[in-house]
T-cell receptor, first 112, second 111 residues
Framework: GEDVEQSLFLSVREGDSSVINCTYTDSSSTYLYWYKQEPGAGLQLLTYIFSNMDMKQDQRLTVLLNKKDKHLSLRIADTQTGDSAIYFCAESRSGNTGKLIFGQGTTLQVKP | KAGVTQTPRYLIKTRGQQVTLSCSPISGHRSVSWYQQTPGQGLQFLFEYFSETQRNKGNFPGRFSGRQFSNSRSEMNVSTLELGDSALYLC??????????FGPGTRLLVL
């Protein structure tokens, strides 16, 4: 099927690490993405990983990919109140140009 | 480089009317994709255009259509609007397979 699943809500304290998880079903996924959406705004591309990679680090962001379990995670180090937003994981599939399949989004709440 | 721009940002229409939304991709990007975002269905793919040709299409009725111009700007049209078409419509532009960059969206309210 086309399912990409995420937990709906995560609450952390400022300064802690946040880990947002995502599972997908299709083994033909080529790229996996993390987008951030703030209220009233569009989607901001945070990072992406090619399916033959295990890990990608970009400043405070670390993406881990377990292809065997079809599990993707986004770790945000030293979470700040400005990180409060909805985070979407998405996948693109081989031969399916331009189409991203999104999870339902995880709302991250950062408490001061 | 300027980002993806969408116009208008907000729109109110009544049932039965039609609407046209516009998207200007990042300079040099030839692919434009459209998505609908609603609280109930989340983000759903509408269609993708590349070099003025529709390259991929989602599962939406024929009332939803689009086109792309030679300068890569794209429009989408929704005819015979229904209440359920109220949504945030997002377009994304891309240069290769890896990345799609989204615009701020057009928020459509159908009364």
């Amino acid at each position: 099927g086309e399912d990409v699943e995420q937990s709906l809500f995560l609450s952390v304290r400022e300064g802690d690490s946040s880990v947002i998880n995502c599972t997908y079903t299709d083994s033909s996924s080529t790229y996996l993405y993390w987008y951030k959406q703030e209220p009233g705004a569009g989607l901001q591309l945070l990072t992406y990983i090619f399916s033959n990679m295990d890990m990608k680090q970009d400043q405070r962001l670390t993406v881990l990919l377990n292809k065997k379990d079809k599990h993707l995670s986004l770790r945000i180090a030293d979470t700040q109140t400005g990180d409060s937003a909805i985070y979407f994981c998405a996948e693109s599939r081989s031969g399916n140009t331009g189409k991203l399949i999104f999870g339902q989004g995880t709302t991250l709440q950062v408490k001061p | 480089k300027a980002g993806v721009t969408q116009t208008p940002r907000y729109l109110i229409k009544t049932r039965g009317q039609q609407v046209t939304l516009s998207c200007s991709p990042i300079s040099g990007h030839r692919s434009v994709s459209w998505y609908q975002q609603t609280p109930g269905q989340g983000l759903q793919f509408l269609f993708e255009y590349f070099s003025e040709t529709q390259r991929n299409k989602g599962n939406f009725p024929g009332r939803f259509s689009g086109r792309q111009f030679s300068n890569s700007r794209s429009e989408m049209n929704v005819s015979t609007l229904e209440l359920g078409d109220s949504a945030l419509y997002l377009c994304a532009s891309g240069q290769g397979k890896e990345t799609q960059y989204f615009g701020p969206g057009t928020r459509l309210l159908v009364l």
